[in-house]
């Protein structure tokens, strides 16, 4: 362990491998097998995050502020240039996570459980509120994912852009190789959209209310 200042009230650190200008990080709690970890600069109050093993090759996470009830976080490979995340709180069971990259601006995500299998997640910048997002598992190659606003109650959802306000979707399966979603703004109770395939370039789709079955 080289070049670590300030590190204050870590406990249960372990295994730890080639960590490198870890500065300013407080109230760190049961890391495990940790490698590869280079840069991390001004992380405060990361509290009660429990089990996080075998982390990989993570860089460049700076001013990463209130992380909080993170649990069970496993197998996060190659994740780097992560910034100015804020406030992500009650994050349960994310495992699997690969070559995720860029995350920028990412503020106020709460009561996100059971996210498996993330991969390739590139460039995803100015994420703000995303509530009570629930099992979203197998989500590949989702890139460049800009300014989502307010995003609640999503379920399996993936390579969305420019959404905002979409409230209380549910039951959405079997959606395949939906690109290029673009500017579509307040949809609210959608319900039970199932075997949406090959669904391109949609754009600028506005005010779709109470869409059932």
Same mark, same amino acid.
């Given at each position: 362990?080289?070049?670590?200042?300030?590190?204050?009230?870590?406990?249960?650190?372990?295994?730890?491998?080639?960590?490198?200008?870890?500065?300013?990080?407080?109230?760190?709690?049961?890391?495990?097998?940790?490698?590869?970890?280079?840069?991390?600069?001004?992380?405060?109050?990361?509290?009660?995050?429990?089990?996080?093993?075998?982390?990989?090759?993570?860089?460049?996470?700076?001013?990463?502020?209130?992380?909080?009830?993170?649990?069970?976080?496993?197998?996060?490979?190659?994740?780097?240039?992560?910034?100015?995340?804020?406030?992500?709180?009650?994050?349960?069971?994310?495992?699997?996570?690969?070559?995720?990259?860029?995350?920028?601006?990412?503020? $106020?995500? #709460?009561? %996100? *459980? =059971?996210? +498996? @299998?993330?991969? !390739?997640?590139?460039?995803? /910048?100015? &994420?703000?509120?995303?509530?009570?997002?629930?099992?979203?598992?197998?989500?590949?190659?989702?890139? $460049?994912? #800009?300014? %989502? *606003? =307010?995003? +609640? @109650?999503?379920? !399996?959802?993936?390579?969305? /852009?420019? &959404?905002?306000?979409?409230?209380?979707?549910?039951?959405?399966?079997?959606?395949?190789?939906?690109? $290029?979603?673009?500017?579509? *703004? =307040?949809?609210? @109770?959608?319900? !039970?959209?199932?075997?949406? /395939?090959? &669904?391109?370039?949609?754009?600028?789709?506005?005010?779709?209310?109470?869409?059932?079955?």
């Amino acid at each position: 362990m080289r070049n670590m200042k300030n590190m204050r009230n870590i406990k249960n650190m372990k295994n730890m491998r080639n960590i490198k200008n870890m500065k300013n990080i407080k109230n760190i709690k049961n890391m495990k097998n940790m490698k590869n970890i280079k840069n991390m600069r001004n992380i405060k109050n990361m509290k009660n995050i429990k089990n996080m093993r075998n982390m990989k090759n993570m860089r460049n996470m700076k001013n990463i502020k209130n992380m909080k009830n993170m649990r069970n976080m496993k197998n996060m490979r190659n994740i780097k240039n992560m910034k100015n995340i804020k406030n992500m709180k009650n994050i349960k069971n994310m495992k699997n996570m690969r070559n995720i990259k860029n995350m920028r601006n990412i503020k $106020n995500m #709460k009561n %996100i *459980k =059971n996210i +498996k @299998n993330m991969r !390739n997640m590139k460039n995803m /910048r100015n &994420i703000k509120d995303m509530r009570n997002i629930k099992n979203m598992k197998n989500m590949k190659n989702i890139k $460049n994912m #800009k300014n %989502i *606003k =307010n995003i +609640k @109650n999503m379920r !399996n959802m993936k390579n969305m /852009r420019n &959404i905002k306000n979409m409230k209380n979707m549910r039951n959405m399966k079997n959606m395949k190789n939906i690109k $290029n979603m673009r500017n579509m *703004k =307040n949809m609210r @109770n959608i319900k !039970n959209m199932k075997n949406m /395939r090959n &669904i391109k370039n949609m754009r600028n789709i506005k005010n779709m209310k109470n869409m059932e079955h």
